[in-house]
C-alpha cells in the first residue's frame, strides 16, 4: 500500500497534472482580465445616469462591481450581513454545478477516446424530455408518496440516460460506420433535437393547462428530495444530487484509471493505431464512448427535469455547451470536471446577480467562456509567457526528446 | 521573384570538369565546390558535431559515410540553412556565407534531395518541380504552366531523365520519384547537390539508375554530395569519401586507395561482425496458412492478389521486397487489423480469417508492428500502461473488467530486466526512450505472451546494431523453442541470415519462394524488381505449395 | 451499410470524374441548372440564391484555410460577427443614408468584412503563434461571438435583437437581364448576390491558377516540402486563414444588409449554423469553389422550399421543417464519407524541425 501510494505521487509530481492547473488558471484569469476590459469599454457605449467620466466619455460599468456580483453574488454575498449558507443564490451555484458535472462529464468522456462530443446539448434535451414523459406516464400506475419516489426517480433517470444514449450512439455509429465528422453531425444534432422536441410536445406531451411550450409536471413527490438540513424548498437544489453527481464523477475516474474497458477508451483517444492493434475494436469503441457519453448528457437532462422545474420547458439552457467548457477546462479529467463544474456554476448563477444588479448584459457571462476555452487551448501562450518571466523552470525536464531527434540523423531508419 | 533559368545558370559544359584530382583530398587545390570549416552544432545535451571539416571538389561525388546518428544529416542540414552552427564557417566557391533559411542556400547554388521525399502527393510532377519558384505570366497573376512544361521537359533531355511532367507524383515509382527531387534541385539552378541515403528506398536495380544519374550529372559540372552509411554505396559511387563518427570527422580517403574492411573500422571505430547462426531445425506442424488471400487498400486498391503462404512451427518464413509491394496489407490481414478481400487464413488448426484482433491475440499471435510509435505502443503512457496493451483484457491482467495494475506492474519491470531496456525505468513514458529500447521493450511484451506464432515486421528498423543482434538471437531462440516466425524485411542481409525459407513479394504477389543460401543478392534484387526467376517457370510460387 | 457504400463509390466516381473533365461537367452543369429553372418557380429561385450567400461565400473561405492546413471551424463565429457588425454600422451611420459620398450600406459592408478579418486574424494567431488545437479555438472563436453579438446588442439597441435597417435593392445590368431564363435572376438580384458569384470564380482562379494557390495547396499537404522550397508555411497559412475571414466576412455581411435586415441574437442567433452547412458543403465539394457555390444552392433550396411549405401551410409541424436543412447535411456527410483532408490539416507546422 505504502509504495503504491508513493508510486502514485511520483506520477503526479512527474506528470503534467500540476502543468495543466497552472495553466487553467492562467486561461482563466486571463479571461478574467479581458472581459473585465470589455465591460469597461463597452460602458462608453452604454447609456447611464451616473458613470465615470474620461475622456470626455461616461464609462457606465465597474469591471469590479461586475465581477464582485459575478463570483460573490453567486455565494450570496457572503462578505454582507445577513448572510446564511442556505441561501437562494448558492443553491443556484451548486444546482447548476450539479448539472454541469453531468454535462462535463458526458464531454469529457468522448473526449478522452478521441471524439469531440458537441451533442451533449441535444442528448440533455433529448434525455430530459424522455425523462418528464416516463415519470409523467408511469405516475399513473405507481403508489404515491415514498414507493412512488423509490421507483420514479430511478426511472426516470434511467429513462434519460437511455435516450441520451441512443442520442449520442448516432453521431458514434455515423462517425464509426460512415466516417462523418461527429463535430458537425452533433452541432446538427443538436438543432435537431430541438426540432424534434418541440414537435412532439406539441404533437403529444404539452400541458393542456398551461399556454407556455412545456410538459405536464411530474407528481412532487417524483422530485429529487432534498433533505433536512440542506437546501430546502424552492431553491430547486438538492444535496442528494450533487452527492449523485460526485459519485459518478469518482466513478468515471475509476473507470478510467481501473478498468479494461476505460483503459481502451483512453488508448483509443490518445493513439487509434496503438488501440487496434491492441485488440480494441475502434468502430464499436467509437459507439460506445459516444453512447456513455450521451447516457451522461442524459442523465444531466434527467436532473434538470426532475430537480429544478419538475417538468420539462422547450426553452432548455445551454447546460451541454457549458459543459463543453467545463471538460475543455478540466483538461478532461473526471475529477478536474468538479472543479471546473463549480465555476461554472458560479457563472451561471452570478450571471442572474448581473442582471439584477448591473446593468451589464448577461451575456458577458458567454463570452468569458469563450474566452477561457480559446486561453486553454493554447497552453503555449503561458508556456512562452512563463519562460520569459519566470526564470526558473526547473518543474519541467529539460527537452531530451527534442535534442535527440537532432542528433538522430533526422529520425531516419536504414532499410 | 527572381526567375529561375534552368539549364544556363551553369556555364561549365559538359567538358569543364570530369577530370578527379586527387589532389584535393590533401586540401591543397582551390577548386572547391564546398568547404565546411570547422562545423560545430550542439542540440540540448548532445554535440551533434564537432569541428568537422568537409572539403567537395566541383564536379565529383563526395560521400559522407557514417552510421545513424553519426551526424551526416545534421551536417547537411548545417549546409541546406535548415540549422545554423555553434561555430564554423560554410565556403561556397571560394566566398564565405551564412545562411538563415534553405532560401539562401537554394541561392547560393546548394539543392538538397531528402531521404523521405518532400514531393506534395496530389501535384504533378511539373508543379513539384517549380514549387516555390513558379514562374508567372500576366504581372504576376498567373502561373506560367507553359513555360515550366517547357523547362521541364528541357532538363530531362538534358540529364537524359524519362519522366512524364503531367503524372501526379503519387501515381508515379519511388524511383521517378528521387528523379522528380533531383529536377526540382536543377529547376532551382543548383550546382551541388545533397543526397540523402538516396539508396534507401531502391531496388538495387534501381540503384544502378541511380549511379548512372550521378556520372551524367558530374559529367555536365554539378557536385554530388552524398550521406549513405552503405559501404559498398561509398566505394562504388564516389571519388571521395569522408567519415563520420559520434559526431566528428575521422578523415577524408580516396575509395581507390583504401580497402573496405579498414573503411569499416574507421566508421564504426571497432570490428563488427554481424552473422546470426541458423541451423536448421526440425520443423513441425503447420501454424499458419493462407490461401489465395487478397487485400485492398484504404484507397480500395488491390495490393495483396492470391498469397498463399504456410508457416511451420520451429522454422522462420522470411518475405523479402522493396516497401509497398503489398507486405503491410498483407500482415495487417494475417493479424486481424485489416479484413481481406478474399481467401481464408488458417491458424493453428481454425480458419481465423474474419476473427477480431483480440481473438488473433488470446489465441497465441504475437506480433511486431513496423511502426512502433504509431501502432506498437502509447507514446504518452508509461511502460506500465503499455506492458498491457494487448493483454488488457486477458485472464492474466484482468479479471471482471479490472485491471490488476501491481501485476502489470511486475511484468512491465520483468520485460525491462530481461529485454535490458534502459533507462530500467518503468514509469517513464514511452516517448522518452530512444527507438532500439522501445523497440527491445516491444520485443519483450511480444515474446513474453508466450506465443505460438510470431509475426516480425522490420523487427530491427531503425535499432542501433547491439540491440539488433539481440533482438536477432531471440528470434532464433523462440525458432528452436518450435514457435512458427513470419517475418519481413527490406534488409537483405537480415532475411538472408535468418530465415529458412524466402518469398520475393512484388506488387502483391509472391514471384519466388526459395532456399534463401541458394540465391545471391544480386538475384534476389532482381526479384524483389519483380524479374521471375528464369527456368523454373514449372516450379510454382507458392511457398504454400513448393514443400 | 452496402447501400450507403455503393452510393457513396457513385457520388466519389461521378465528382472525379467532373473535376478530370471540367468542359463536359461545365456543359452537364449548364444544362441540370437550365432543367431545374425550368422545373421551379422563380420566387424560390431568388430566395435560394439569397440563402446561398452566407453558405457558398463561407465555404469558400473554409476551402483556403483548409487546404493551407489550418481546419477554420470558427467560420459560424465569423458570420455572425460580419452579418452582426455590418446592420450596427449602417444603422449608426443613418439608415438609407450616404457617408462621404458612398452609401452607408457599402460602410456597413467595409466594416462587417474588416470586423470578420479581425477574428479571423486572432484565430490565426492563436493557432500559428501558440499552437492551438484547430477544433477548439475554433469552437472558441464560435461561443465568443455567439456570446459578444448579443452582448453588444443589448448595450446599443437594450435587446438582443438589433433595430431594422432598409436591405440592399436589386441592381439590374441592363440588357442583361433581358437573357431569357437566368437573366432575372443573375442580372436583375442584389448586391450580394452578385458578390457571391464573383467569389466563387475568383476563388477558383486563385486556387487553380495563381502561385498562391499552389502554395496553399503544398501547404496543407506537405508543408515540409513548400519549407524546403523556400516558402514560408507560415505567412502562407496566415494568408489563407485571414482570406477565409475576408470570404466569410462578405458572406455574412451580405446577407445581414441584403437578406435580413436584423440581427436575431437569441438562441444559435439568426446565422443559426450556416456556417457549420458551409463546413459540410465543401466537403461535398471536395474542396472545388465552384463545386462549393452548387452545393451551397442544395442547402439554400431546401431553406427556401421550407419557408415555402411553411407560407403553404402544410399539416407538417414548423420546427420540424426547419431542421431540415441540418438533416440533409447529416445525408450529405454519410454519403460523403470521409472526404481526403489534406494531408497536414490540423496539424501545426514548426520551420526547421526534423
Not at chain 1, 471546473?340 to 467562456?369: Q, R, Y
Not at chain 2, 493453428?348 to 477480431?356: E, F, P, R
Not at chain 3, 459620398?101 to 470586423?115: A, K
Not at chain 3, 435572376?185 to 494557390?213: K, N
Amino acid at each position: 500500500m505504502r509504495d503504491r501510494l508513493e508510486s502514485l505521487a511520483e506520477r503526479l509530481a512527474r506528470s503534467s497534472v500540476v502543468d495543466r492547473l497552472v495553466i487553467s488558471l492562467a486561461a482563466l484569469v486571463t479571461a478574467v482580465l479581458i472581459g473585465g476590459v470589455l465591460v469597461f469599454v463597452s460602458g462608453a457605449f452604454a447609456s447611464c445616469r451616473t458613470g465615470l467620466e474620461l475622456g470626455g466619455a461616461t464609462f457606465c460599468y465597474n469591471p469590479m462591481q461586475v465581477y464582485y456580483e459575478l463570483f460573490l453574488g453567486a455565494l450570496g454575498h457572503p462578505l454582507e450581513g445577513g448572510w446564511t449558507l442556505t441561501n437562494y443564490s448558492l443553491a443556484t451555484t451548486l444546482q447548476q454545478t450539479t448539472l454541469l458535472i453531468f454535462t462535463g462529464l458526458s464531454v469529457a468522456v468522448a473526449f478522452r477516446a478521441g471524439l469531440l462530443n458537441i451533442g451533449t446539448q441535444g442528448q440533455l434535451v433529448v434525455g430530459g424530455l424522455a425523462t418528464a414523459v416516463t415519470v409523467v406516464y408511469a405516475a399513473a400506475v405507481v403508489p404515491t408518496g415514498f414507493i412512488g419516489a423509490l421507483v420514479l426517480i430511478p426511472l426516470g433517470v434511467l429513462a434519460g440516460a437511455l435516450a441520451g444514449g441512443v442520442y449520442g450512439a448516432i453521431p458514434g455509429a455515423l462517425k464509426a460506420y460512415a466516417d462523418a465528422n461527429e463535430v458537425i453531425t452533433t452541432i446538427m444534432l443538436n438543432i435537431i433535437a430541438v426540432g424534434i422536441t418541440s414537435t412532439l410536445l406539441s404533437w403529444q406531451f404539452q400541458d393542456p393547462n398551461s399556454p407556455n411550450p412545456q410538459t405536464a409536471p411530474v407528481p412532487e413527490y417524483a422530485e429529487i428530495p432534498t433533505i433536512p438540513g440542506g437546501f430546502g424548498g424552492g431553491m430547486d437544489f438538492s444535496l442528494l444530487a450533487l452527492a449523485f453527481a460526485v459519485a459518478l464523477m469518482i466513478g468515471i475516474a475509476w473507470l478510467f484509471a481501473r478498468t479494461s474497458f476505460g483503459y481502451e477508451l483512453r488508448t483509443s483517444g490518445i493513439q487509434p493505431g496503438a488501440a487496434a492493434y491492441g485488440g480494441v475494436n475502434e468502430k464499436r469503441m467509437t459507439v460506445a464512448s459516444m453512447t456513455l457519453s450521451g447516457a451522461l448528457g442524459g442523465i444531466g437532462g434527467a436532473f434538470w427535469v426532475l430537480m429544478v422545474h419538475g417538468r420539462w420547458l422547450e426553452n432548455v439552457p445551454s447546460l451541454g455547451f457549458d459543459g463543453i467548457a467545463v471538460s475543455v477546462l478540466a483538461g478532461n479529467s473526471p475529477i478536474g470536471v468538479g472543479a471546473a463544474a463549480f465555476l461554472f456554476g458560479i457563472f451561471d448563477s452570478g450571471g442572474n446577480s448581473i442582471k439584477t444588479a448591473t446593468d451589464v448584459p448577461p451575456e458577458l457571462v458567454g463570452i468569458l467562456t469563450g474566452f477561457i476555452i480559446l486561453f486553454v487551448a493554447m497552453p503555449e501562450f503561458f508556456r512562452l509567457l512563463g519562460r520569459r518571466y519566470i526564470t526558473v523552470d526547473a518543474a519541467r525536464p529539460a527537452r531530451a526528446d527534442g535534442g535527440d531527434a537532432g542528433v538522430d540523423d533526422g529520425g531516419d531508419d536504414d532499410a | 521573384m527572381s526567375e529561375p533559368e534552368p539549364g544556363t545558370t551553369d556555364g561549365t559544359g559538359p567538358t569543364a570538369a570530369v577530370e578527379t584530382n586527387t589532389a584535393a583530398l590533401d586540401g591543397t587545390n582551390s577548386d572547391l565546390a564546398v568547404h565546411l570549416d570547422g562545423i560545430t552544432k550542439r542540440f540540448p545535451g548532445v554535440v551533434a558535431n564537432d569541428d568537422v571539416d568537409l572539403r567537395v571538389e566541383r564536379g565529383t561525388v563526395h560521400a559522407l559515410l557514417g552510421e545513424n546518428g553519426a551526424g551526416k544529416t545534421t551536417l547537411m542540414n548545417v549546409l541546406y540553412g535548415l540549422y545554423r552552427p555553434d561555430e564554423g564557417r560554410v565556403v561556397i566557391d571560394g566566398e564565405e556565407r551564412t545562411f538563415d533559411s534553405p532560401r539562401d542556400a537554394i541561392d547560393a547554388g546548394i539543392g538538397m534531395i531528402h531521404q523521405h521525399f518532400m514531393l506534395v502527393d496530389p501535384m504533378t510532377v511539373a508543379e513539384n518541380i517549380a514549387l516555390g519558384n513558379e514562374p508567372t505570366k500576366w504581372f504576376g497573376m498567373a502561373v506560367d504552366r507553359d513555360r515550366i512544361d517547357r523547362e521541364v521537359r528541357d532538363l530531362c533531355d538534358r540529364y537524359g531523365f524519362e519522366v512524364d511532367p503531367d503524372a501526379t507524383v503519387e501515381n508515379v515509382s519511388v524511383g521517378v520519384q528521387q528523379r522528380v527531387e533531383i529536377l526540382k534541385a536543377l529547376f532551382r539552378g543548383a550546382d551541388v547537390l545533397i543526397l540523402d541515403e538516396p539508396t534507401a528506398v531502391l531496388t538495387p536495380q534501381e540503384v544502378e539508375g541511380l549511379y548512372d544519374v550521378l556520372e551524367e550529372l558530374t559529367a555536365q559540372g554539378k557536385t554530388i554530395i552524398f550521406i549513405t552509411h552503405k559501404l559498398e554505396e561509398a566505394t562504388h559511387a564516389a571519388d571521395a569519401i569522408t567519415v563520420l563518427r559520434d559526431g566528428e570527422s575521422v578523415g577524408t580517403v580516396d575509395p581507390d586507395r583504401t580497402d573496405r574492411e579498414a573503411l569499416a573500422e574507421r566508421m564504426v571505430g571497432r570490428e563488427v561482425i554481424l552473422e546470426a547462426d541458423s541451423d536448421p531445425v526440425e520443423t513441425g506442424d503447420t501454424v499458419l496458412s493462407t490461401r489465395d488471400v487478397t487485400v485492398e487498400d484504404d484507397r480500395g486498391v488491390e495490393v495483396v492478389s492470391g498469397i498463399d503462404l504456410d508457416v511451420r512451427a520451429g522454422e522462420i518464413l522470411g518475405i523479402a521486397g522493396v516497401d509497398g509491394n503489398g507486405q503491410a496489407e498483407l500482415i495487417e490481414a494475417i493479424t486481424g487489423l485489416r479484413l481481406p478481400d478474399e481467401g481464408r487464413i488458417n491458424y493453428a488448426g481454425d480458419d481465423i480469417t474474419t476473427w477480431s484482433r483480440r481473438r488473433r491475440i488470446e489465441n497465441g499471435m504475437a506480433y511486431i508492428p513496423e511502426d512502433r510509435q504509431e501502432r506498437g505502443l502509447v507514446m504518452p503512457f508509461d511502460l506500465v500502461e503499455n506492458g498491457v496493451l494487448g493483454s488488457q483484457r486477458s485472464g492474466r491482467f484482468a479479471s471482471g473488467g479490472r485491471i490488476d495494475w501491481p501485476g502489470v506492474r511486475d511484468h512491465a519491470e520483468e520485460i525491462i530486466e530481461t529485454y535490458d531496456v534502459r533507462p530500467p525505468d518503468a514509469n517513464a513514458d514511452a516517448r522518452s526512450f530512444s527507438g532500439g529500447n522501445q523497440q527491445k521493450f516491444i520485443v519483450g511484451r511480444e515474446f513474453e505472451r508466450d506465443p505460438s506464432l510470431v509475426v516480425a515486421t522490420h523487427p530491427t528498423r531503425g535499432v542501433d546494431i547491439g540491440s539488433t543482434e539481440f533482438i536477432h538471437d531471440r528470434l532464433l531462440e523462440l525458432r528452436r523453442e518450435g514457435v512458427a516466425v513470419l517475418l519481413v524485411s527490406s534488409k537483405l542481409d537480415e532475411i538472408r541470415s535468418l530465415s529458412d525459407r524466402l518469398a520475393v513479394m512484388y506488387e502483391g504477389e509472391f514471384i519466388d519462394v526459395t532456399d534463401p543460401d541458394a540465391v545471391t543478392e544480386e538475384e534476389l534484387g532482381l526479384r524483389m524488381a519483380g524479374q521471375r526467376p528464369d527456368g523454373e517457370a514449372d516450379r510454382h510460387p507458392n511457398p504454400g505449395e513448393s514443400r | 451499410m452496402t447501400e450507403v457504400t455503393t452510393m457513396r463509390n457513385s457520388l466519389h466516381r461521378a465528382r472525379a470524374a467532373l473535376e478530370q473533365r471540367p468542359l463536359a461537367a461545365a456543359v452537364g452543369g449548364v444544362a441540370a441548372v437550365l432543367v431545374v429553372l425550368w422545373a421551379t418557380p422563380a420566387s424560390w429561385q431568388t430566395s435560394t440564391l439569397r440563402f446561398a450567400v452566407p453558405i457558398a461565400l463561407a465555404a469558400i473561405g473554409g476551402i483556403f484555410a483548409e487546404k493551407s492546413g489550418v481546419i477554420n471551424i470558427g467560420i459560424e463565429g465569423l458570420l455572425i460577427v460580419s452579418a452582426f457588425s455590418a446592420i450596427v454600422v449602417v444603422d449608426w451611420l443613418g439608415d438609407g443614408g450616404a457617408t462621404a459620398g458612398v452609401p452607408n450600406l457599402w460602410w456597413g459592408m467595409l466594416i462587417g468584412v474588416l470586423v470578420s478579418v479581425l477574428f479571423a486574424l486572432l484565430f490565426a494567431i492563436v493557432c500559428l503563434e501558440f499552437e492551438a488545437d484547430q477544433i477548439i479555438a475554433g469552437l472558441a472563436v464560435w461561443l465568443i461571438s455567439l456570446g459578444l453579438a448579443p452582448f453588444a446588442s443589448r448595450i446599443l439597441f437594450d435587446s438582443p435583437n438589433t433595430a431594422n435597417i432598409t436591405r440592399f435593392e436589386n441592381v439590374t445590368v441592363p440588357v442583361l437581364s433581358e437573357l431569357p431564363v437566368v437573366g432575372y435572376l443573375l442580372f436583375d438580384t442584389e448586391p450580394q448576390v452578385y458578390i457571391m458569384l464573383a467569389g466563387a470564380v475568383a476563388g477558383w482562379y486563385l486556387l487553380s491558377r495563381t502561385t498562391f494557390g499552389r502554395w496553399v495547396v503544398a501547404s496543407g499537404e506537405n508543408p515540409k516540402a513548400l519549407d524546403t522550397a523556400g516558402v514560408d508555411v507560415r505567412k502562407v497559412r496566415y494568408a489563407a486563414v485571414l482570406l477565409s475571414g475576408v470570404f466569410a466576412g462578405l458572406g455574412g455581411a451580405g446577407f445581414g444588409l441584403g437578406t435580413l435586415g436584423t440581427f436575431a441574437g437569441t438562441g444559435d442567433t439568426v446565422i443559426n449554423g450556416r456556417g457549420f452547412i458551409a463546413i459540410a458543403t465543401y466537403l461535398l465539394a471536395n474542396y472545388h469553389p465552384i463545386g462549393a457555390l452548387l452545393g451551397s444552392f442544395l442547402f439554400a433550396g431546401l431553406n427556401s422550399m421550407q419557408s415555402g411549405l411553411q407560407a403553404a401551410g402544410y399539416a407538417i409541424p414548423t420546427e420540424l421543417i426547419r431542421t431540415i436543412p441540418h438533416m440533409s447535411v447529416i445525408v450529405v456527410l454519410v454519403l460523403v464519407g470521409r472526404t481526403r483532408l489534406p494531408d497536414a490539416a490540423g496539424d501545426h507546422y514548426e520551420s526547421g524541425e526534423d
